[in-house]
């Protein structure tokens, strides 16, 4: 068994990364790092964790463990200003590490850290022991338009997720009375996982997140205009994948049926009156969105198989 700690497991990708290397069959947690619940038993986060889990520790000494895979499930500050102990796979789930361009991610993200190698197995699979973790939206969004890549110049991404992707803390925009009964759309035009999109996909794209009244979820709708065979592409890249699905000719994603799982769904639909190829992808933002992926980049750099502790399918009804 390879071992594995969890670097801010307190927050939601930190408990969704819990969930999934509880489940997983070659790789134990050794320790669970948090600075608010160091101290605690692991009940203290959920009452259904049992005694087999190791107490909560300071996140530093999370760090220190010895693990062979640390998952940093931290903010952009801290993960930046994180120092990867030597021989280690670490994984980092903020966005501190994804944008090359210095100047780009002094901007977005207020620090420059260094980029780490971009792991989205399926289309850039990681290198080496350091390795960025994919946006949600941006997951969505390049396993829509990545094996397009070359045969469009821009897209415009329509993407909607579930208010987990905000985060745990508390903030005005995430309370029930502002995300229940509501939908708007928010940081129009100036969202972080836009240069990120356009880094992987050479070409800028127009995107605009909103935020969906559910607690879990996300789907991107991308519009593009290519004379290229889209489908053909797509089902090219993700043949044999366990993880993409291309749905049907017809057949649209559906949130009910990526939920709490570490799938994506793709259709492909063409609007006749202008022409235009419209990709649509759903995934969980916590799964394949975070976590799984997260597992998936851990699989892959471990030299373990590739799905392994992945939850692929969901409820039927």
Wanted: hydrophobic residues 45%.
């Amino acid at each position: 068994m390879a071992t594995a700690a969890i670097i801010g497991t307190a927050g939601y990708v930190g408990q969704e990364m819990l969930d999934r290397l509880l489940a997983h069959p070659a790789l134990e947690v050794v320790a669970l790092g948090s600075d608010s619940l160091a101290g605690e038993r692991a009940a203290a986060l959920d009452p259904r964790l049992n005694g087999s889990l190791p107490p909560f520790v300071a996140n530093d000494d999370a760090a220190a463990s010895g693990a062979d895979v640390l998952f940093l499930c931290l903010d952009h500050a801290e993960a930046a200003a994180f120092e990867p102990p030597d021989g280690t796979v670490v994984l980092d789930l903020s966005g501190a590490h994804r944008l090359a361009d210095a100047v780009q991610a002094g901007a977005w993200y207020g620090t420059a850290p260094g980029a780490w190698s971009y792991g989205l197995p399926e289309l850039y699979p990681p290198e080496g022991n350091l390795i960025a973790n994919p946006g949600c939206y941006a997951t969505a969004a390049l396993l829509a338009l990545g094996p397009l890549a070359g045969e469009i110049d821009g897209a415009v991404v329509d993407a909607k997720s579930g208010v987990s992707g905000a985060g745990k803390s508390l903030k005005a925009s995430s309370h029930a009375g502002f995300v229940l009964e509501n939908f708007s759309p928010y940081a129009v035009g100036a969202h972080r996982h836009a240069p990120e999109i356009a880094q992987q996909l050479g070409t800028a794209v127009c995107f605009v997140p909103h935020l969906l009244p559910v607690r879990r979820g996300l789907l991107a709708t991308c519009y593009v205009q290519t004379s290229a065979d889209v489908r053909a592409l797509l089902e090219d890249a993700y043949r044999g994948s366990p993880v993409v699905r291309i749905l049907p000719e017809g057949t649209v994603p559906e949130l009910s049926r990526v939920q709490a799982t570490d799938a994506a769904e793709l259709g492909v639909f063409t609007d006749g009156a202008t022409g235009t190829t419209i990709v649509v992808c759903a995934l969980d933002n916590l799964g394949k969105g975070a976590a799984g992926q997260a597992v998936q980049n851990a699989n892959l750099a471990l030299g373990l198989e590739p799905d392994a502790g992945l939850r692929l399918s969901g409820v039927l009804v």
